[in-house]
């Protein structure tokens, strides 16, 4: 499977600095993103741990299958599967560990979307808010549901578009790294084919880019011979379209595509 990366992440236009981090690790087939959260710059500190942290387990592990992981594997999941909640659990609980030991830093935490490839198909994991997508053949999915107050409003409740905007407590997350010492870590298999292009991203982007507009931007490079081959330019038009639309966040866009 040969894949295409490419990733960027932009302070936005409302933000004094950048509290998202995304790491590409194309020798794993590996790619994260994360959205911290904390004053004083420690959603930043958050959002880099976590994005370090997994990066630097799957390294460890590739080049020692021998060495023992912090936690047992998972019944039921793979092994490539396991590594990745694996590594988001450490992630967790590093950041956890690091504001017990600050004050200045209590309270710190991110999101985290994760996506790896392997022989066997693809892993997404996450917790939060940071999504993963998918764009195949026409067709745009979501592959991750919100740790969301508001998605879990949604459960339960029918609510307009006009609504769901006016929720009052649209941006409280449920679920991240960092809130405790111990995390759930939500993960699906994918069976990746050629063409698909792949989308994490925090909210700064799928906050202020309706899904119908991310689905329209990617069809109509995907559709373009002449631009399909320059997937920095898709990602760079994705980013502009959220600031253009506000960028009251900072936004991270990580693209993978799935070559013929």
């Not at 967790?92 to 690091?98: K, L, M, P, W």
């Not at 991310?214 to 038009?237: F, G």
């Amino acid at each position: 499977m040969k894949l295409v990366a490419v990733g960027v992440s932009n302070v936005g236009m409302k933000r004094a600095h950048n509290e998202d981090n995304h790491i590409l690790v194309p020798e794993e087939n590996l790619f994260v993103v994360a959205d911290g959260m904390g004053g004083h710059a420690s959603g930043e500190v958050a959002s880099e741990i976590a994005v370090t942290s997994v990066a630097e387990f799957f390294r460890r592990t590739s080049a020692d299958e021998e060495q023992t992981w912090p936690y047992k594997e998972e019944k039921g999941l793979r092994y490539e599967e396991n590594r990745l909640v694996a590594g988001i659990k450490l992630a967790n609980r590093r950041i956890f560990e690091t504001a017990q030991a600050d004050v200045r830093k209590r309270g710190m935490g991110t999101t985290v979307v994760g996506i790896l490839f392997t022989n066997n198909g693809a892993y997404v994991g996450h917790c939060g808010d940071s999504r993963g997508y998918r764009y195949r053949a026409g067709r745009f999915e979501q592959l991750t549901e919100d740790h969301s107050l508001l998605n879990d409003y949604l459960k339960n409740h029918k609510l307009t578009p006009e609504e769901v905007e006016a929720f009052p407590h649209k941006n409280v997350i449920v679920r991240a790294l960092g809130m405790k010492d111990s995390v759930q870590v939500d993960v699906s298999r994918l069976e990746p084919l050629p063409g698909d292009v792949y989308l994490i991203c925090s909210d700064g982007l799928s906050g202020m880019v309706r899904d119908d507009e991310l689905h329209a931007t990617i069809h109509a490079w995907q559709s373009d011979p002449a631009r399909t081959d320059d997937i920095d330019s898709l990602c760079k038009t994705l980013i502009d379209s959220a600031n253009r639309n506000g960028g009251i966040d900072n936004v991270t866009c990580v693209l993978v595509k799935v070559q013929d």
